[in-house]
């Protein structure tokens, strides 16, 4: 079975600060992983994927993720946090061919002015 | 435009009624889903379709029911047994294995 364990439910940051949201996955077959954002009273909307090829994922809004194999990650990060960053994330694994995705708990992002 | 629609945004029942959440989607996906969220839970699927007349548990289904008459709609009716029927509603749409996207969400009160 698969599983997703994203560490800390709550993370601040200043305003330009490093973002950096962890999210560590179990999977006995090579994972598809997505990490999603959900800003208050809406849906969740894709930040990025990997399923294969370039470990090193850019996504919408100047977030990127790596998917470490060797370290069952896949951990979100943002150079310069801004304040329309705040919002809810989460981490998903599947796989190929599977009836559903995994998700983590979720982590809420707050920054501070 | 291509995407998932919920409707109604919010909407507001008495206890002892059933309701009904509609989801449509016109993004040609097979798989439709729907999900539940409560402050500080996370998602948790109700229910979750693969293919038209066919739909499967997900790990809440007590109280809610589906039907997946056309590929493009998979409506869930919250019935009158299901206890803490006030959330927040999620429909998604995607291809087998792959990301799924999400709908706007409608946000029920039952009082």
């Known amino acids: 079975a698969q599983s997703v364990t994203q560490l800390g439910s709550h993370v601040s940051v200043s305003e330009g600060a490093l973002v950096l949201l962890r999210c560590n996955y179990s999977?006995?077959?090579?994972?598809?992983l997505f990490w999603y954002v959900q800003y208050p009273n809406q849906g969740l909307q894709l930040l990025l994927k990997?399923?294969?090829?370039?470990?090193l994922v850019k996504g919408i809004n100047g977030f990127e993720a790596e998917f470490k194999k060797s370290e069952t990650s896949f951990h979100l990060t943002k150079p310069s946090a801004h304040m329309s960053d705040a919002a809810e994330y989460f981490c998903a694994v599947s796989r190929q061919g599977a009836q559903k995705l995994v998700f983590g708990q979720g982590t809420r992002l707050t920054i501070n002015p | 435009d291509g995407g998932i629609t919920q409707s109604p945004k919010y909407l507001f029942r008495k206890e002892g009624q059933n309701v009904t959440l509609s989801c449509e989607q016109n993004l040609n996906h097979d798989a439709m889903y729907w999900y539940r969220q409560d402050p500080g839970q996370g998602l948790r699927l109700i229910y979750y379709?693969?293919?038209?007349?066919?739909?499967q548990k997900g790990d809440i289904a007590e109280g809610y029911s589906v039907s997946r008459e056309k590929k493009e709609s998979f409506p869930l009716t919250v019935t009158s047994a299901q206890k803490n029927p006030t959330a927040f509603y999620l429909c998604?749409?995607?291809?087998?294995?792959?990301?799924?996207?999400f709908g706007p969400g409608t946000r029920l009160t039952v009082t």
């Open positions: 990997y399923t294969t090829g370039a470990t």
């Open positions: 999977s006995s077959v090579p994972p598809y």
């Open positions: 379709s693969q293919i038209v007349n066919d739909f």
């Open positions: 998604a749409s995607g291809d087998r294995g792959y990301e799924q996207y």
